[in-house]
């Protein structure tokens, strides 16, 4: 992708091309500077080595960046990048002794979408893919969505039940369990050594720390502390809810 101007204060839709060249797509925090990246807010975009950022409308210029202003830098990196370098197939990196059993899908889409003004849903482009450590065990039916901008990852020795649903970009630690039905949101954080019970559901983004226990059927919303235990709906610390009953 080339882009008209490294005086870049347009919408999207008048990104035109010329001189400058970028090579591909990467996280605000990982990209080089020859890589289409977007921001959130004025941190993330002081923070990126990136030289063309889709960023939000009305930030402030920034020596050596093109700023690709819009009301919605998610949506306009969806489009920028939808157009401009087309996903290629997953690739799914596995250890040594990595079983898998019937049924098993690996490195579908996540499921991310962003609307528009008139809400309209636009797919949000899957780059990523997925990273197997050594000695993992893939229970049937289970499903584990490649990444977005980034990989998603299983780390070594976890053992996954049957019908478990891990979304893009989740990170499980080395050593965990997870048992039938649970369900992983995109980007969710697993710490090493833990253990998730049946149809538990982990929010998306949320951090799980290590060697921390959800108990079946918990619907974990906030970050769980390393050595916890938390259950219920939404799942709260055992010891929390002792000390709230006596």
Known sequence: ?????????????????????????????????????????????????????????????????????????????????????????????????????????????????????????????????IVIGNNVDIGANTCIDRGSLEDTEIGDGTKIDNLVHVGHNAKIGKHCLLTALSLIGGSAQIGDYSTIWSAAVIKDHVKIGHHATIGAGAVVINDVEPFSTVVGVPAKDIRQSRRADT
């Open 1 to 129: 992708m080339i882009l008209s101007s490294l005086d870049a204060n347009y919408d999207v839709k008048d990104a035109l091309e010329t001189e400058f060249y970028l090579s591909g797509v990467s996280p605000s925090f990982r990209a080089g500077e020859h890589e289409l990246t977007f921001v959130r807010n004025v941190e993330q975009l002081k923070l990126s080595k990136s030289r063309v950022i889709v960023c939000p409308t009305g930030s402030e210029p920034v020596d050596g960046k093109v700023l690709i202003r819009c009301a919605n830098p998610r949506l306009g990196f969806i489009k920028l990048a939808s157009a401009h370098f087309p996903p290629p197939g997953p690739h799914i990196t596995m250890g040594k002794s990595v079983s898998l059993y019937q049924g098993v899908v690996l490195g579908s889409d996540g499921f991310g979408y962003e609307r528009d003004e008139e809400g309209k849903l636009f797919k949000f482009p899957h780059y990523g893919g």
